[in-house]
Nanobody, 123 residues
């Protein structure tokens, strides 16, 4: 069974950086797309970034382009989200998700989810 475990969240000042990790297990991920979503209190879960495991194609929400970078380490079955120039509005729980083959910016299209990690950006 596919399991996703996030880590790396925390409290950071505006303008700072964090790197989130998502360790994947229980499957063969070569044909998966991996994504990060975030969810702030009272809001819907929103797409942040995605990467196709095969080929490494990346996709970003407009709000994070130029600030966040998604990457993967094939040997470790781990996906990363490097977050720079963080803003208070980036504060949310960040979730790692996986789906077969192609990416999607709709949370409903993802079958597998991690438990989430809190990111708090102070002003």
């Amino acid at each position: 069974q596919v399991q996703l475990v996030e880590s790396g969240g925390g409290l950071v000042q505006a303008g700072g950086s964090l790197r989130l990790s998502c360790a994947a297990s229980g499957g063969t991920f070569g044909n998966y797309a991996m994504a990060w979503f975030h969810q702030a209190p009272g809001k819907e879960r929103e797409f942040v970034a995605a990467i196709r495991w095969r080929g490494g194609n990346t996709y970003y929400a407009d709000s994070v382009k130029g600030r966040f970078t998604i990457s993967r380490d094939n040997a470790k079955n781990t996906v990363y989200l490097q977050m720079n120039s963080l803003k208070p509005e980036d504060t949310a729980v960040y979730y790692c998700a996986a789906r077969w083959w192609s990416h999607s910016d709709s949370a409903e299209q993802y079958l597998y989810w991690g438990q989430g990690t809190q990111v708090t950006v102070s002003s």
